[in-house]
Structures are given as structure tokens and as C-alpha cells.
């Protein structure tokens, strides 16, 4: 069971108009594809594009998408993965991803603001300024491994009256695998960690290989 206490604050947060945080698609390598939109406002994929609350694009088995926004946050989204906005429970809108996603932030000269680390779709919230590798446990059901490139990373999720509680907190090199169930009546409930270990060198050399390769993240 997650901890059920309050987390402590992360970053003092200054105070910044968040409403002026855009995300684009700065990448886009795969067959032709479209932003799909709740409100039918389908367009097509292609760097440059602006996303907007309700947007989701996926990517197929050969496909790859990085989305950014205005502060410094990348989002680098492998086969067959996601990144939709969506309002969270502090209405504010962050993104949502799934799948296999490298998140980090290179940006340092911005402001750190709420969220802004976005949210994995079963595992819950990340921090801002680290940076880590999320994937589904191959062959297994809503168990999802974090893989942390920074030190004091920690997944965090809100309760029923929003608050924050601490899954698991990883220092660099770890890894950890929370299981998700979401049948638990309490939101505390539902998070097990599982198991937590270190990187190990092929796991550290595959991901930074595929994913921290600023080349294969550049068009042509």
C-alpha cells in the first residue's frame, strides 16, 4: 500500500501564469498520423503543431513522437505509446502519457511550476525537473517500471480530498515497479510497490541508447 501521509514540499514553486504553457510536437518520425481530439478536431500530426486540451496523439509499432512545452519539459514517446492533455484534479492541464516515455526537462533557466512533470496513465504523478524512463512490465497487467536518471525522484499521487501522497521515491539508478489496482475503493489503495533494484548496465545502455540520443530525436 502507498504511504498514506502528506508529502513534503518538493521546490518552492513561484508564482508564474500557468496558463501561458504550450506543448507542441517538436518530433514526429513514423507513418501519417493525426491529433485526435474529443471534439472531433482531428488534424494531422507534424512538428511544429500546437496541442490543446482534449489533443491525444499515439504512435504505432514504428512510429515516435516528442512533445514540449514552453518551460523545458520533453516528453519522448517510443512504439505504440500516448500523451494526451488532460485537466488534472487541481485544473490545471498537464499531460497524460502511457506507454514507453522518457521524460525530462533541459530548460533550467524557466520556472519550475505545478505539474508540469505531467502524469503516467496508471502510476500516477512525476516531478518536473528529473528525468526517467517509464514502461508497462512486459506481459503483465497494470504493473508499469520507473526507471530514474536523477536523485530524489519521486511518484507521487491525490487523494479523494487532494492531497498528496508518496507511491515510491527513487534515488538515480533505481528502479521500481508499482502495481496498479484500481478495483481498491481507496486511491491510497491502489498503488504496490512491488519490487525496487538497481538499473542494471544493459537496461541503463538500452534506454539512454534510444532515448537520450539527441540524433535520433532530430528530423531530417
Not at 512545452?69 to 490545471?92: M, T, V, Y
Not at 533550467?108 to 504523478?125: M, Q
Request: net charge positive.
Amino acid at each position: 500500500m502507498a504511504k498514506s501521509t502528506g508529502l513534503k514540499t518538493f521546490v518552492s514553486f513561484p508564482k508564474v501564469d500557468i496558463s501561458k504553457r504550450k506543448y507542441f510536437i517538436s518530433f514526429y518520425q513514423g507513418h501519417d498520423s493525426y491529433i485526435l481530439n474529443k471534439n472531433d478536431n482531428d488534424r494531422q500530426v507534424k512538428p511544429g503543431s500546437q496541442l490543446v486540451l482534449g489533443d491525444i496523439v499515439q504512435t504505432d509499432q514504428t512510429s515516435r513522437a516528442e512533445i514540449r512545452d514552453n518551460f523545458g519539459a520533453i516528453f519522448r514517446l517510443g512504439h505504440n505509446s500516448s500523451i494526451s492533455i488532460e485537466q488534472s484534479p487541481k485544473k490545471r492541464n498537464i499531460p497524460v502519457y502511457d506507454g514507453s516515455v522518457f521524460k525530462l526537462r533541459k530548460d533550467f533557466f524557466n520556472p519550475v511550476i505545478f505539474d508540469c512533470g505531467g502524469k503516467y496513465r496508471t502510476s500516477c504523478y512525476n516531478m518536473c525537473p528529473t528525468s526517467e524512463f517509464i514502461a508497462h512490465v512486459a506481459g503483465v497487467q497494470n504493473e508499469d517500471i520507473y526507471y530514474s536518471f536523477s536523485p530524489n525522484n519521486v511518484v507521487w499521487e491525490y487523494d479523494e480530498q487532494g492531497n498528496k501522497f508518496e507511491i515510491v521515491a527513487l534515488k538515480e539508478g533505481e528502479s521500481a515497479v508499482i502495481k496498479y489496482d484500481d478495483s481498491a475503493k481507496k486511491i491510497v489503495d491502489r498503488y504496490q510497490v512491488i519490487e525496487k533494484r538497481r538499473i542494471s548496465d544493459k537496461e541503463y545502455d538500452s534506454i539512454t541508447n534510444d532515448y537520450l540520443n539527441d540524433r535520433k530525436w532530430r528530423s531530417l
